[in-house]
């Protein structure tokens, strides 16, 4: 079956300019996340969605960063006014009973 | 606060030997998970393992094994008969709670190449 997948691939953008990144998880997941992983390092949470729970927010290093699940299923992260700090690469995952988060291929934003 | 420490950031290890990559964790929570992930260099991440803090014995799933040393808060992976294809990045991450979802807390990682 279909995986989690990402979109754009690649995400080029200036400084300043606002960017959304979408995440379509496998189908019937309940559990959806975003990481962050910058160049050479481990991944950093930002978000989990579960069901019709309030997300978990913990993770959004600031107020310029936001994210919707709409309908439980598609995901879309939404950073304003990018900086150049933002530049990394986007991982969604999402998961059902299991313990196993399945990660999408990224989205790679390169702030300018 | 949970932390998860991955102190080697490279290891080398011969084909067809085994490896360990280290993993220590901190967390003051009873209830837990600890995960281990490749990433190869193509990006995406790869499910290895799970350990639960309460599962009596130590994880396997193939070649792959947790050595699970819960009083030293460790969560080593131990990789039997090294193939090439093993040469990836390395991340432990753990999860708090029972419940079988939750966010991951990952540690910087371990890149592991193998010789030929």
């Known amino acids: 079956g279909a995986g989690v997948s990402q979109s754009p691939s690649n995400k080029v953008t200036e400084k300043g300019k606002d960017v959304e990144l979408r995440c379509d998880p496998i189908s019937g997941h309940t559990a959806l996340y975003w990481y962050r992983q910058s160049l050479g390092q481990g991944l950093e949470f930002l978000i989990y969605?579960?069901?019709?729970?309030?997300?978990?927010k913990s993770g959004l290093p600031s107020d310029r960063f936001s994210a919707e699940r709409t309908g439980g299923s598609v995901s879309t992260l939404t950073i304003q006014r990018t900086q150049q700090e933002d530049s990394a690469v986007y991982l969604c995952?999402?998961?059902?009973?299991?313990?196993?988060?399945?990660f999408g291929p990224g989205t790679r934003l390169t702030v300018l | 606060a949970q932390k998860i420490t991955q102190t080697q950031p490279g290891m080398f290890v011969q084909e067809k030997e085994a490896v360990t990559l280290d993993c220590t964790y901190d967390t003051s929570d009873p209830s837990y998970g600890l995960f281990w992930y490749k990433q190869p260099s193509s990006g995406e991440m790869i499910f290895l393992i799970y350990q639960g803090s309460y599962d009596q014995q130590n994880a396997t799933e193939g070649r792959y094994s947790l050595n699970f040393q819960k009083a030293r808060k460790s969560a080593n992976l131990v990789i039997s008969a090294s193939q090439l294809g093993d040469s990836a990045m390395y991340f432990c991450?753990?999860?708090?709670?029972?419940?079988?979802?939750?966010?991951?807390?990952f540690g910087q990682g371990t890149t592991l190449q193998v010789k030929p």
């Open positions: 969605f579960q069901g019709n729970s309030a997300p978990d």
């Open positions: 995952a999402s998961s059902l009973r299991s313990n196993e988060q399945f």
């Open positions: 991450a753990m999860r708090r709670g029972s419940s079988n979802t939750g966010k991951l807390i």
